[in-house]
């Protein structure tokens, strides 16, 4: 498995933006399958954003799109999300997951708060 390491959440002003990071180590990074994922306060976590082993495909959830973009640089072993326009709605700890296979998500990091003020 993958071990992944979230970085970059803080609390940030509404229409702010911010960049989380998540660093992978342990295996071909390449392989996988990336997404974000994010669980607010007294809710179920929720899909955000995936993107391809080559980055060459890219998927979001409604609530983001045009708002946030998932990108990844193989050399870094390193995926992102940019997120900007952030609303209240958007804070919850942020995760992010590795998928051999799409959709199977079996390795998670340890996840990084965002806290967006009104």
């Known amino acids: 498995q993958v071990q992944l390491v979230e970085s970059g959440g803080r609390l940030v002003q509404a229409g702010g933006s911010l960049r989380l990071s998540c660093a992978a180590s342990g295996s071909t990074f390449s392989t996988y399958v990336m997404g974000w994922f994010r669980q607010a306060p007294g809710k179920e976590r929720e899909f955000v954003a995936a993107?391809?082993?080559?980055?060459?495909?890219?998927s979001y959830a409604d609530f983001v799109k045009g708002r946030f973009t998932i990108s990844r640089d193989n050399a870094k072993n390193t995926v992102y999300l940019q997120m900007n326009n952030l609303k209240p709605e958007d804070t919850a700890v942020y995760y992010c997951?590795?998928?051999?296979?799409?959709?199977?998500?079996?390795?998670w990091g340890q996840g990084t708060q965002v806290t967006v003020s009104s």
């Open positions: 997951a590795a998928a051999l296979l799409p959709g199977n998500y079996d390795s």
């Open positions: 993107i391809s082993r080559s980055a060459s495909s890219t």
